[in-house]
């Protein structure tokens, strides 16, 4: 009898909102075509044989979790890639205890088909894998692991745009239709280095200021804006005011007037400020001009979006 199960959660990228979404603005967040495997096989041992490979096929983690790891873990003070695996698989033995309650153990493999370095969510789409394969609810899962907002389950869940928000705390997933007719003109364009959420998260949280509830409001239309705007111009425009909001409040110059203030064309952070990936809108192929900056990994929409 075959025992192997094989879950796959969408990659994610946050279009608007980036850290207000935290304080409920409304959010649009793009699946992408690139995701996460977790391949799971019965062993003999009450025990989990993990490897994690990277989208190049080299194993980027390897180890052996004995079950008592995970149900009792020794509080760690270190970060490692171990540490924050068995904080996830705690959380989720908490949720359901069952998966545990037996003799034999698992051999388990995840697979990302885009490389680690991106930042596209390898940890968001191993959490809702994890939640898929043991029947448990993925939000709660990240809420007691990791925490954040959530776009990025979001994202891993669904195959389509979604606009995202908290309300009460709580996730509020609509699909939304958003395909403009000019996606041609919009690439992403990787920085060549992961920015950690959890310190621009901690920067933002620093740095919010009492007008909270006015941004949000600018912010939330925004959203709304780009999600139906009908030309490329429009949209750029609502993503540089999008910009300098963002900008007063994080008081970090944004990525175009660090990094490409010659550019022809509008650029906008995603997710954490300073790292992972930019949205471009361009009339003009933009590929020569990151290229002669250093930054190869140019994306077109179509290759990088789920539609």
């Given at each position: 009898m075959d025992t192997k199960k094989t879950f796959y959660s969408n990659g994610k990228l946050l279009i608007t909102a980036e850290y207000l979404v935290l304080d409920g603005a409304k959010a649009l967040a793009l699946p992408t075509k690139f995701g996460q495997?977790?391949?799971?096989?019965e062993s003999k041992n009450p025990e989990i044989r993990w490897?994690?490979?990277d989208a190049d096929g080299s194993i980027w983690?390897?180890?052996s979790i004995a079950f008592s790891e995970i149900k009792n873990p020794v509080s760690a003070k270190e970060e490692s890639v171990k540490n924050t695996?068995?904080?996830?698989?705690?959380?989720a033995y908490l949720?359901?205890?069952d998966f545990l309650n037996q003799e034999k153990g698992f051999e388990i493999r995840t697979e990302l088909t885009f490389p680690k370095k991106w930042g596209l969510g390898t940890s968001s789409t191993l959490i809702n894998n994890i939640a898929q394969w043991l029947e448990i609810d993925a939000f709660k899962l990240l809420n007691n692991s990791f925490g954040g907002s959530g776009y990025d389950i979001a994202c891993a869940q669904n195959n389509t745009p979604v606009s995202y928000q908290l309300k009460q705390g709580k996730p509020k997933v609509e699909a939304v239709h958003f395909?403009?007719?000019f996606t041609d003109t919009i690439y992403f364009v990787y920085l060549n280095k992961k920015q950690s959420s959890k310190t621009a998260i901690a920067n933002y949280?620093?740095?919010?200021?009492?007008?909270?509830?006015?941004n949000i409001t600018k912010i939330d239309k925004i959203t709304q804006e780009i999600i139906h705007a009908k030309n490329s111009t429009i949209m750029a425009a609502a993503i540089a005011r999008h910009e300098a909001i963002m900008s007063t409040i994080l008081e970090t110059p944004t990525v175009k007037e660090n990094l490409f203030f010659d550019f022809m064309g509008e650029i906008k952070s995603l997710g954490a400020w300073g790292g992972d990936f930019v949205m471009v809108i361009s009339d003009v192929n933009p590929v020569t001009y990151f290229a002669s900056k250093g930054f190869k990994t140019i994306i077109p929409y179509k290759d990088m979006i789920l539609e």
């Open positions: 495997n977790l391949i799971i096989e490897k994690s490979f983690f390897e180890d695996l068995l904080k996830i698989l705690h959380e949720l359901n205890p395909n403009p007719h949280q620093k740095n919010k200021t009492t007008d909270i509830e006015k």
